[in-house]
T-cell receptor, first 117, second 113 residues
């Protein structure tokens, strides 16, 4: 099992360019998340999805869009990159039991380091 | 809004020492609390998950406790080793739609040989 795989690992963009970050998980998890990690700010939730075809805004959604067309994939798009979006982006997934308090820990990918100049 | 605080921000100890990392949170309506480890340039690795109905969880040399009423958790590391050097983050999963995790900023641990 690969777990959670993020592509690409590194990317440099110029201001105004667009790109898509891909996250794939092979654990059949319902929930998927996109976080960004910045020094002094910790990890902040951008968008998340509770199942195929659903998305919702997190704490810092502006400037980003997401799609979950397949259960195993969660895409994060930057339509017009800005220097403020320079960060390390992490995807994560988890299973959440519907009728009980049981839930699985979050599984994280290794991150995408994005620099916007 | 849930806020998670970790103290201390950094900790340096000699090898073999037992140590405690602290985490506090403001909203006790949580599904669970999770402790993660992050090595430089890497993603987060889950260490322990404590469900809201539990008081503690153990894995090897690690023991995590949860006091939901006071909004506190501790991560106890026994007989620390240089390989334990990493940043340790705690996060709480809230009982809201999507069950979002809110993270603390972490404690950077250095274990000196």
């Amino acid at each position: 099992n690969a777990g959670v795989t993020q592509t690409p690992k590194f990317r440099v963009l110029k201001t105004g360019q667009s790109m898509t970050l891909l996250c794939a998980q092979d654990m059949n998890h319902e929930y998927m998340y996109w976080y960004r990690q910045d020094p002094g700010m910790g990890l902040r939730l951008i968008h998340y999805s509770v199942g195929e075809g659903t998305t919702a805004k997190g704490e810092v959604p502006d400037g980003y869009n997401v799609s979950r067309l397949k259960k195993q994939n969660f895409l994060l798009g930057l339509e017009s990159a800005a220097p403020s979006q320079t960060s390390v982006y992490f995807c994560a997934s988890s299973y959440l039991g519907r009728w009980s308090s049981y839930n699985s820990p979050l599984h994280f990918g290794n991150g995408t380091r994005l620099t916007v100049t | 809004k849930q806020e998670v605080t970790q103290i201390p921000a950094a900790l340096s100890v000699p090898e073999g020492e037992n140590l405690v990392l602290n985490c506090s949170f403001t909203d006790s309506a949580i599904y669970n609390l999770q402790w993660f480890r992050q090595d430089p340039g890497k993603g987060l690795t889950s260490l322990l998950l404590i469900q809201s109905s539990q008081r503690e969880q153990t894995s090897g040399r690690l023991n995590a406790s949860l006091d939901k009423s006071s909004g506190r958790s501790t991560l106890y590391i026994a007989a620390s080793q240089p390989g334990d050097s990493a940043t340790y983050l705690c996060a709480v999963m809230q009982r809201t739609s999507g069950s979002r995790l809110t993270f603390g900023e972490g404690t950077q641990l250095t274990v000196n040989p």
